[in-house]
Nanobody, 123 residues
Framework: VQLVESGGGLVQAGGSLRLSCLAS????????MGWFRQAPGMDREFVLA????????YYADSRKGRFTISRDNAKNTVYLQMNRPKPEDTAVYYCAVRSSPYDSRSYNEYDYWGQGTQVTVSS
């Protein structure tokens, strides 16, 4: 199983950015997916998750209304749309697969991880 994130980079606060996570070695439609992030010196933090059918997502309060998660099972890809990012959103963003159709906010419940993509938000 391999997960490859892309789309990270430098973005101005208030702009927008879309991260992609392409999965190979498994059929993504059978699994829940999550996005997490980790800033320097900080623990890995939950961002968003989506169930197998895309019908259930968890929003951390601070990101509600700004970030959305979606999936295209035909492309084996999950997306994280970041609107109006803030400097405090600067981190390495990781996608992860959970061997379950149901999503979770706990990183311990995810089985496969990508290498991460850096997102830097300038003020």
């Amino acid at each position: 199983v391999q997960l490859v994130e892309s789309g990270g980079g430098l973005v101005q606060a208030g702009g927008s950015l879309r991260l992609s996570c392409l999965a190979s070695g498994l059929t993504l439609s059978s699994y829940a997916m999550g996005w997490f992030r980790q800033a320097p010196g900080m623990d890995r933090e939950f961002v968003l998750a989506i169930s197998r059918r895309g019908g259930s997502t968890y929003y951390a309060d601070s990101r509600k209304g700004r970030f959305t998660i979606s999936r295209d099972n035909a492309k084996n890809t999950v997306y994280l749309q970041m609107n109006r990012p803030k400097p405090e959103d600067t981190a390495v963003y990781y996608c992860a697969v959970r061997s379950s159709p149901y999503d979770s906010r706990s990183y311990n419940e995810y089985d496969y991880w990508g290498q991460g993509t850096q997102v830097t938000v300038s003020s």
